[in-house]
């Protein structure tokens, strides 16, 4: 369990105090960060990374009452990975062209299971999830994994990769396409291997 002694210790950097927050939080993130990431190897190196933004960060926990302290944790791992993704190529960046700035529709829904008879949530495994994540072109992967899974809104996206909200939108259209069109060839390929 985290507390606020092992928190003040990671904010002055004591080592001991940061391997046993890194062990606690290791798994829920390591998948994170597995998520956000191309391959393996590329998710070992965001996951140090993104971590090393939280600890960058912690301080800033108790100016942010609004959140406990594991959506604090959650929100500026999030914010280090995206942050790490956008370091490493040109290609992960958004850029804004499209003025002026249009602001999507609120109510558009991203659910991959409405009006869809070929997909059922509750067959899908984690392997055919990452798979069709691992699948998609790295701009679309970000947003899709920011809006569609951690429920970050469009707006704050936009801001995150200092990008226009309607080119945000339009690269959340692809990858749902995308994902659900590659979610759909793993469960035939499985449904046919079996």
Not at 52 to 64: I, T, V
Not at 67 to 87: A, C, M, P, Q
Not at 89 to 113: G, H, M, V, W
Request: neutral net charge; contains cysteine; charged residues 25%.
């Amino acid at each position: 369990m985290i507390d606020q002694k092992l928190i003040s210790l990671c904010i002055k950097n004591d080592l001991n105090a940061k391997i046993e927050f890194f062990k606690y939080y290791h798994g829920t993130f390591s998948y994170m960060s597995l998520r956000y990431a191309k391959d393996n190897q590329q998710s070992e190196t965001a996951l140090f990374e993104a971590f090393d933004y939280l600890f960058q960060n912690l301080e800033l926990f108790n100016s942010e009452k609004e959140l406990s302290f594991d959506e604090f944790t959650k929100t500026h791992f999030i914010y280090g990975l995206v942050n790490y993704i956008r370091s490493i190529r040109n290609e992960y960046y958004i850029a804004s062209t499209i003025f002026p700035q249009q602001t999507p529709p609120q109510d558009k829904s991203y659910n991959l299971f409405i009006e869809s008879k070929l997909l059922n949530s509750k067959n899908i495994k984690k392997e055919d999830i990452l798979y069709a994540l691992h699948k998609l072109v790295p701009t679309q992967r970000l947003v899709f994994n920011l809006h569609v899974i951690d429920l970050v809104n469009i707006a704050r996206i936009s801001l995150l990769l200092e990008s226009n909200e309607s080119v945000v939108t339009s690269n959340l259209e692809k990858a749902r396409f995308n994902f659900k069109h590659h979610i759909q060839n793993s469960l035939k390929t499985n449904y046919y291997n079996e």
